[in-house]
C-alpha cells in the first residue's frame, strides 16, 4: 500500500524505542504511519501494512511480532514455563490464573474457569440464551 499525502493532512512516521529484555539496550523503530482520514486518525503497520488501527499503542503492541521474542518485555519466571507477555497485565493474569490456581465460578451455573476470556465468552452464552 503506498502512502502519500491526503486531502486531510499530511502523513507522519511514527517512531518507537523498544529495548532488549535484559538489558539497556533500546534503539528506534519505524512502527507505523500515521495519517488522518475524515478526520479520524489511522495508524498504518510500516512492515506488514496491517489494516489501520485506531490507536498508536494497538500499532505497538501489533509491532512486537515483527521486532522478535528478545524484544518482548515481560517473561514468566515460574521454572520450566518462560512465557513471554507484551503487556504487564497479561503476565499478571498469566501467574494468577495458571501457576496460582485461582478459579472463577460461574454464579449461574456454579461452573469454573482457569481463565477470564473463557469465563467471558461462557457469560455471553448466558446472556444469549435468556
Known amino acids: 500500500m503506498a502512502f502519500a ?15 532488549k529484555r535484559g538489558t539497556t539496550e533500546s534503539k528506534p523503530f519505524l512502527i507505523a504511519t500515521f ?4 478526520g479520524r486518525e ?7 501494512k496491517t489494516a489501520p488501527f485506531s490507536r498508536k499503542g494497538d500499532a505497538k503492541r501489533h509491532y ?8 518482548i518485555p515481560h517473561q514468566c519466571n515460574v521454572p520450566g514455563c518462560n512465557r513471554l507477555f507484551i503487556q504487564s497485565g497479561a ?9 496460582d490456581g485461582e478459579t472463577i465460578h460461574c454464579a449461574q451455573c456454579n461452573e469454573e474457569f482457569s481463565n477470564p ?8 452464552r448466558h446472556y444469549a440464551a435468556a
Open 64 to 71: 512486537y511480532g515483527h521486532l522478535g521474542k528478545e524484544y
Open 42 to 48: 489511522h495508524y498504518y503497520c510500516n512492515d506488514c
Open 35 to 38: 495519517v488522518i482520514i475524515n
Open 117 to 124: 476470556s473463557t469465563y467471558s465468552r461462557h457469560q455471553k
Open 91 to 99: 503476565l499478571k493474569d498469566h501467574i494468577k490464573y495458571i501457576h
Open 5 to 19: 499525502s491526503t486531502s486531510s493532512g499530511t502523513l507522519k512516521k511514527v517512531y518507537e524505542r523498544f529495548t
